[in-house]
């Protein structure tokens, strides 16, 4: 456990830390500020794994047209075991990983983590935790005139959960924002997939449906600070994939309901009646 809190510190909290710092000092000792500029440098740092998250993204899509790939859903229909593993086979043949799309989430859980302990610590008031504070911070790093830091933003506590108040109740505002971004983020920038009951495309809708609540949750319940990184990251997420020209903006309307190949589309006549079947 020491080991890992060792390598944890080392290679997480300490340099998120002292970045957060050196941010809030150059933009006037505003700790919310510096979160957003935090935000948007750990975004520019990830974008290439954002770029091969889209380029993943769009190999899947290519796959699920491929007639190789419609011919094991075809003949497996019924045994969803083997269709699974022949499809695993065709991903490796490939050169496709199912799960590349999904990497850019899994590498944010230890930035979410450790961007949490970064804020609490650096927040602390107490003279016994400013002492462990300063263990975190590198010598270039002036202390002495930033601590105790500054954690008030426009009607936020960076430390809290953020609550605004509005008629005698609590709002949580920015947890509302959070689900909301992250619905449209997922929404729009995930390709329309060929075949809706893949596999693959089955995984992806319930991460794009249970994500935006499981980040809201956060939002909801722990530093403000972190519900601050949600939103902006969500933001500047969506403004880079627009700029890549990548939005799939029809994924945020309905669709359609079509029949299937050699259904015949049963409609509603005038008088009721159905169209399109025998007469």
């Given at each position: 456990?020491?080991?890992?809190?060792?390598?944890?510190?080392?290679?997480?909290?300490?340099?998120?830390?002292n970045t957060?710092?050196?941010?809030?000092?150059?933009?006037?000792?505003?700790?919310g500020?510096?979160?957003?500029?935090?935000?948007?440098?750990?975004?520019?740092?990830?974008?290439?794994?954002?770029?091969?998250?889209?380029?993943?993204?769009?190999?899947?899509?290519?796959?699920?047209?491929?007639?190789?790939?419609?011919?094991?859903?075809?003949?497996?229909k019924?045994?969803?075991?083997?269709l699974?593993?022949?499809?695993?086979?065709?991903?490796?043949?490939?050169?496709?990983?199912?799960?590349?799309?999904?990497?850019?989430?899994?590498?944010?859980?230890?930035?979410?983590?450790?961007?949490?302990?970064?804020?609490?610590?650096?927040?602390?008031?107490?003279?016994?935790?400013?002492?462990g504070?300063?263990?975190h911070?590198?010598?270039?790093?002036d202390?002495?005139?930033?601590?105790?830091?500054?954690?008030?933003?426009?009607?936020?506590?960076?430390?809290q959960?953020?609550?605004?108040?509005?008629?005698?109740?609590?709002?949580?505002?920015l947890?509302?924002?959070?689900?909301?971004?992250?619905?449209?983020?997922?929404?729009?920038?995930?390709?329309?997939?060929?075949?809706?009951?893949?596999?693959?495309?089955?995984?992806?809708?319930?991460?794009n449906?249970?994500?935006?609540f499981?980040?809201?949750?956060?939002?909801?319940?722990?530093?403000?600070?972190?519900a601050?990184y949600?939103?902006v990251?969500?933001?500047?997420?969506?403004?880079?994939?627009g700029?890549?020209?990548?939005?799939?903006?029809?994924?945020?309307?309905?669709?359609?309901?079509?029949?299937?190949p050699?259904?015949?589309?049963?409609?509603?006549?005038?008088?009721?009646?159905?169209?399109?079947?025998?007469?």
């Open positions: 456990m020491e080991l890992f809190d060792l390598i944890w510190n080392n290679l997480i909290i300490n340099p998120m830390i957060l710092l050196w941010i809030y000092s150059v933009v006037g000792n505003n700790f500020l510096a979160i957003i500029l935090f935000t948007i440098l750990i975004r520019l740092i990830t974008y290439p794994l954002t770029a091969q998250q889209l380029k993943a993204s769009k190999a899947m899509q290519a796959m699920q047209s491929d007639k190789r790939f419609l011919d094991l859903q075809k003949k497996y019924d045994d969803k075991q083997t699974s593993q022949e499809q695993m086979k065709l991903y490796q043949e490939m050169g496709i990983s199912p799960f590349a799309s999904c990497l850019p989430t899994l590498i944010q859980l230890p930035i979410i983590f450790g961007l949490y302990q970064a804020i609490i610590r650096a927040l602390a008031a107490a003279p016994i935790q400013l002492l504070f300063s263990k911070i590198y010598p270039f790093i202390a002495a005139n930033l601590l105790p830091l500054n954690s008030h933003f426009l009607w936020m506590d960076m430390g959960p953020e609550r605004l108040m509005l008629f005698g109740f609590g709002v949580p505002t947890a509302i924002l959070v689900v909301v971004s992250t619905y449209l983020q997922t929404k729009m920038m995930t390709p329309p997939s060929a075949n809706p009951n893949d596999q693959s495309a089955q995984m992806t809708k319930m991460m449906l249970y994500m935006p499981l980040m809201g949750y956060f939002a909801f319940q722990y530093a403000s600070g972190l601050l949600f939103v990251s969500n933001l500047v997420g969506i403004i880079q994939y700029l890549m020209g990548k939005l799939n903006w029809r994924n945020l309307l309905p669709k359609k309901i079509e029949a299937g050699g259904v015949a589309k049963m409609g509603t006549g005038s008088s009721g009646t159905k169209t399109g079947g025998k007469k």
